[in-house]
């Protein structure tokens, strides 16, 4: 076979051309779509990572939830009622003598009224079966009118008051 055979045979072969720039263009936007996918993603477990730990270093001092009931008892102050000598008749009721506290008589929750607890949900923590123990919209609120200058205004919820009153001694509550 001669050159010029072997030059006119290269030719009439159809070698293929590389990928046009309309296909580089794709691969690069795909690349860099995957690593802002990847980065976002790495921000996220970090962000998570984070609030796990914070969560597991403030939380590992926390009683069990059961203590809770045990531990609100030891301090209750039992209403002291005075009967007559047959046991019949009240002669005397001492309300707790510290301030706000009042007369108390303690009841099971099956023994309240569902209207009762309806209302005391109502006033105290209107997203109380929507928010998993607390409220950032009322965070918030609370914290713009506070900031403002405006009539300050309280943001906890049930589970926040519940803890504030339980668990943190009253010399330490703000």
């Avoid at 403002?148 to 001694?169: A, E, F, H, W």
């Amino acid at each position: 076979m001669t050159h010029a055979e072997r030059v006119a045979r290269l030719r009439r072969r159809r070698i293929p051309a590389g990928p046009g720039p309309g296909v580089i263009l794709l691969r690069l936007a795909l690349a860099l779509m995957f690593i802002a996918v990847l980065a976002v993603g790495l921000v996220i477990l970090s962000a998570a990572a984070t609030v796990a730990s914070v969560y597991s270093y403030f939380a590992q001092d926390l009683p069990d939830a059961s203590a809770l009931e045990q531990i609100q008892q030891n301090d209750a102050f039992e209403t002291v009622k005075i009967y007559d000598r047959t046991g019949q008749h009240l002669l005397y009721e001492v309300p707790d003598p510290r301030p706000f506290r009042g007369d108390r008589t303690y009841l099971r929750i099956d023994e309240i009224p569902q209207v009762l607890k309806d209302a005391t949900i109502a006033l105290e923590d209107r997203s109380f079966y929507q928010n998993p123990g607390v409220d950032p919209r009322g965070f918030a609120r609370a914290l713009v009118s506070t900031l403002s200058g405006s009539r300050v205004q309280g943001g906890s919820t049930i589970m926040i008051q519940l803890i504030k009153n339980v668990l943190i001694p009253p010399e330490e509550r703000a």
